[in-house]
């Protein structure tokens, strides 16, 4: 996978503001595979959309990605690092997968952009929770006869959750934190689409000061600037700032 250039960088943070973090994950994917459809890439399973975003941070901004979260127990900050290729090394294979309850048969596929979408349009948890259970379910029989998935018992609904997250083990970057001050152990969901979304916005902010002090010094154009490679721009930074 390529890294993203300068000048998209730019555009993606000067449009971000128009999409939901789903889409602006969909349209940073969509600039580096364009001979994948908006709708191939929204119909990726979550786990797999989260590898191609890891797999182009790790080339646009390095490998290492830093993160921090706060105990719930005491208030103190912990901050850790990652590894974007680690993670995308631990991946694992989203597939169908049937479940067997009583009468009932159901099989279950990973969940996707398409229903994540749905459900940030749902006027309640409970209605998203609700739209994302309908939405894995592919098809629910009871006793041979097929049914409609919200008309299924709900102790059944409690193990379509479960089953769905083996469906796609990584559509949910679980991290398992400690608090070197209290102890404390807790667990963190690392959401890797909006932290891309932080950085292209930190990087575009960084990239339009450098364009601002190279023009005002060289009475470079932005697009000139922008091309320059970052070993360049970084040289020219140093000679015209104190
Ligand atoms: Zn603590």
Not at 74 to 88: D, K, M
Request: hydrophobic share 45%; aromatic share 4%.
């Amino acid at each position: 996978m390529r890294a993203l250039t300068a000048a998209e960088i730019i555009r993606l943070w000067e449009t971000a503001y128009r999409f939901h973090a789903i889409d602006q994950a969909l349209s940073i994917l969509q600039l580096v595979m364009p001979e994948q459809s908006r709708d191939d890439l929204a119909a990726l399973p979550l786990g797999q959309r989260d590898a191609l975003l890891l797999s182009l941070r790790q080339v646009t901004f390095g490998d290492l990605l830093p993160g921090k979260s706060h105990c719930p127990q005491c208030g103190e900050t912990v901050e850790f690092e990652l590894s974007c290729r680690t993670l995308v090394s631990n991946v694992g294979r989203a597939q169908q997968i049937h479940m067997t309850r009583d009468a009932y048969q159901i099989s279950i596929r990973p969940l996707n952009s398409f229903d994540l979408a749905a459900a940030a349009g749902a006027d309640s948890l409970q209605e998203a929770h609700d739209l994302l259970m309908r939405a894995c379910v592919a098809e629910a029989c009871y006793q041979g006869q097929t049914i409609a998935p919200q008309t299924l018992p709900p102790e059944i609904k409690k193990d379509i959750a479960a089953m769905a997250e083996a469906a796609d083990p990584q559509a949910e970057i679980l991290l398992t934190l400690n608090c070197p001050a209290c102890g404390q152990q807790w667990q963190s969901v690392l959401d890797v689409a909006s932290i891309l979304g932080q950085e292209i916005t930190a990087r575009a902010q960084r990239l339009l000061l450098e364009v601002h002090l190279l023009a005002k010094a060289y009475g470079w154009v932005e697009a000139e600037i922008l091309n320059l490679s970052p070993t360049r721009r970084a040289t020219y930074l140093q000679m015209v700032t104190p």
